[in-house]
């Protein structure tokens, strides 16, 4: 079956540390999004890309970066880790238009 | 800009008594909707989603919702709330224009009593 999955589940980094988090599809989508979750917000976008080579800053992009560079992966960079990003993160990933978004099983990212 | 807005962030119900978990949204164009559901220390889990045509979609679990143009509304209802309905839930949209990515709305805890 068709899965997207998330490494690594957890994750404790120190401040100033760059972390890389891992998203993989295998739904064969062109769109990849990440999203964090926090208390009070719901979800909220950070990156997403359409395609390879693709990538578009969301509505909380700042400190984070991605690289599409085949369709399967769409790893989530922190430059230099904050404690404000201390949160839940998901990776979704949704065919055409008006097909529904599969969501991984997500990364909780603690920054000590 | 595409917005959700769910106004109730706790709502609970007896089990067997009816549910409704309310959302409204706001975007340019036609709007797709959806509602995903996520238990504790997991994923989302989709629900069922609007499209185009009859304005009562059919979902999981016994699911439904009701979309509502002139209202702006897409609520999600079941008629008999069970225990294991306890969960929280997410009504997301997207313009039926350009964007693909989902905006979701801040969640509504559903506690069903027994």
């Known amino acids: 079956d068709a899965e997207i999955t998330q490494s690594p589940r957890h994750k404790i980094t120190e401040t100033g540390r760059q972390v890389t988090l891992a998203c993989h599809q295998t739904w064969n989508h062109n769109n990849m999004f990440w999203y964090r979750q926090d208390l009070g917000h719901g979800l909220r976008l950070i990156h997403y890309?359409?395609?390879?080579?693709?990538?578009n800053k969301g509505e909380v992009s700042d400190g984070y970066s991605v690289s599409r560079s085949n369709t399967e992966d769409l790893p989530l960079t922190l430059e230099s880790a904050a404690s404000s990003q201390t949160s839940v993160y998901f990776c979704?990933?949704?065919?055409?238009?008006?097909?529904?978004?599969?969501f991984g099983q997500g990364t909780r990212l603690t920054v000590v | 800009a595409q917005s959700v807005a769910q106004p109730e962030d706790q709502v609970n119900v007896a089990e067997g008594n009816p549910l409704t978990v309310k959302c409204t949204y706001s975007v340019s164009g036609n709007p797709y909707l959806f509602w995903y559901v996520q238990y504790p220390n997991r994923g989302l889990q989709f629900l069922l989603k609007?499209?185009?045509?009859?304005?009562l979609v059919k979902g999981s679990y016994g699911f439904e919702a009701e979309f509502n143009k002139s209202q702006t509304s897409f609520h999600l209802k079941k008629p008999s709330a069970l225990v294991s309905d306890s969960a929280l839930y997410f009504c997301a949209v997207i313009s039926s224009g350009s964007a693909r990515q989902l905006t979701f709305g801040s969640g509504t805890q559903l506690t069903v009593l027994p």
């Open positions: 890309s359409y395609g390879v080579q693709d990538t």
């Open positions: 979704a990933s949704s065919g055409q238009g008006g097909t529904e978004a599969f």
């Open positions: 609007y499209i185009t045509g009859d304005n």
